[in-house]
């Protein structure tokens, strides 16, 4: 066999959605496992549909998770001209014809067809009348009416097709432009594409491909239908679970490579592992290991997934990675890998899910000012924690340098002294250097923060009693 080529080919009419990533991440892992090349190429056609902005966002988004592409990206409306040289070998060998049918009458005789209960088809009208190219007119396949076309589908075994079933489908319209069953042929032939692994949305036009295929005198890649993504509860996946555009997930904070790594197991499985780097993927990954069922789209695992990366993943890549969100929240950074700001990365590095959520839990280190939560404030700034607080800020303004054994031991003797268990300093405390009642260690975060920083917070806090009360 011939060095294997895949490709992907999305219209570039939509962004790059979850099902669509998935397709690019298997044909990607495919080419990549046998050592072969993995080809780009935008069906855009649709003149109408077809977006600049959309190239741009599916490029994007593939450069996101890195699969790139070895070969392309192609342009079917920079192909014309291919298309338009095959039609003409179609048609001279008897194998394509032009049809001058108008689009009412065939229109009318669909809904026909389908009042009397038929499987709407064409019927030929033009098939043995011998016209020639001419206004309005499309050019169809002259397909085969007997017979079976098999289907050697690599996920599914054998599906047979009866051709009688199939239509004379339109080749080429009448403005000249190919019709997608077309362009698609001409494209995986003449690029020689291997195999072709797809959503099974694309079984019934497998068929037609392959009998095109035979016309020519080629032969048809290998097929592989991989089966649809389902929504958390079943139905079709909706726009509120998956079908966002994968560089939404980028903008909320999924690293690529926990959202690859949810993708490859969308469908695919290695016995029950769930964790793969990109080398164990494109050493394991194989289509007979492809599910013939839906798989189904769970935001949690995903979820779940991206805080196991953001776990693993190395500090001080986390830190330049959070930048953006920190900056969407306002806060800039001068320097990523300054000690207390990789300090502040590691503190809640254990607890994110995601980076957006990594920037939300450490911005308050970077505030010029905290604010309180309001039920946090009204349990924990309470009057009759003002001596404590006070006693606290004394002792902290006296001690030479924040070490976590030192505070420790300031926090458990104040709590003794007032008859307290250290939560109930350590809570109102936590709430004058965060706002919150949840934030990383309070002995390592009053160590990130410095002391200048963690006194003017806890003067601010005794203020705000005071003022309260
Ligand atoms: N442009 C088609 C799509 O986006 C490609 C189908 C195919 O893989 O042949 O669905």
Wanted: proline share 6%.
């Amino acid at each position: 066999m011939s060095a294997v080529k895949t490709r992907f080919p999305p219209s570039p009419t939509g962004h790059l959605h979850l099902g669509g990533a998935r397709t690019a991440l298997f044909n990607w892992l495919f080419a990549k496992h046998h050592g072969g090349a993995f080809l780009l190429r935008f069906e855009d056609t649709d003149r109408e549909r077809s977006k600049q902005e959309y190239v741009d966002s599916i490029k994007e988004a593939l450069e996101w998770l890195e699969l790139f592409w070895d070969e392309g990206p192609y342009f079917q409306t920079q192909r014309l001209e291919i298309y338009a040289d095959y039609a003409q070998k179609l048609f001279k060998e008897g194998k394509a014809y032009y049809c001058e049918c108008s689009p009412e009458v065939l229109e009318e005789k669909r809904k026909k067809a389908l009042a009397e209960g038929r499987k709407p088809k064409y019927d030929g009208t033009c098939r043995e009348k011998g016209l020639g190219p001419g206004p309005g007119r499309v050019l169809r396949f002259k397909c085969p009416q007997t017979g079976t076309t098999v289907v050697e589908d690599l996920i599914r075994g054998a599906v047979a097709f009866e051709n009688q079933e199939l239509d004379d489908f339109v080749l080429v319209r009448p403005d000249g432009i190919p019709t997608y069953q077309f362009a698609v042929v001409i494209d995986d032939l003449t690029m020689g594409i291997t195999h072709v692994i797809r959503g099974d949305d694309h079984l019934s036009n497998t068929p037609k491909q392959i009998l095109l295929f035979e016309a020519l005198g080629a032969t048809p890649p290998k097929y592989a239908h991989v089966p649809m993504i389902l929504g958390p509860d079943g139905s079709r996946l909706s726009k509120r679970h998956g079908a966002l555009s994968i560089l939404a997930y980028r903008d909320e904070g999924y690293l690529a490579q926990a959202m690859r790594n949810y993708l490859v197991r969308l469908g695919w499985s290695y016995g029950d592992q769930e964790i793969f780097t990109l080398e164990e993927m494109i050493e394991k990954f194989d289509l007979s290991r492809v599910s013939k069922s839906p798989a189904r789209f769970d935001p949690d695992k995903l979820l779940a997934l991206n805080a196991h990366y953001i776990r693993q993943e190395d500090t001080e890549r986390l830190a330049e990675m959070v930048l953006p969100f920190l900056l969407r929240l306002g806060i800039k950074i001068d320097n990523p890998k300054d000690e207390k700001f990789l300090k502040a990365v590691e503190s809640v590095k254990p607890r994110a899910r995601t980076l957006k959520e990594m920037a939300e839990m450490m911005a308050f280190y970077f505030v010029p000012e905290v604010e309180y939560e309001e039920k946090a404030a009204r349990k924990f700034l309470k009057p009759d924690i003002l001596p404590v607080l006070e006693e606290l800020l004394d002792a902290l303004k006296n001690m030479p340098a924040f070490e976590e054994k030192a505070l420790e031991d300031l926090f458990r003797g104040l709590a003794e002294k007032h008859q307290l268990k250290l939560k109930h300093v350590a809570q109102p405390v936590r709430v004058a250097l965060t706002g919150r009642t949840v934030s990383p260690g309070l002995f390592e975060i009053m160590d990130i923060l410095g002391k200048e920083t963690v006194i003017k917070r806890l003067e601010k806090a005794l203020q705000h009693i005071r003022e309260a009360s």
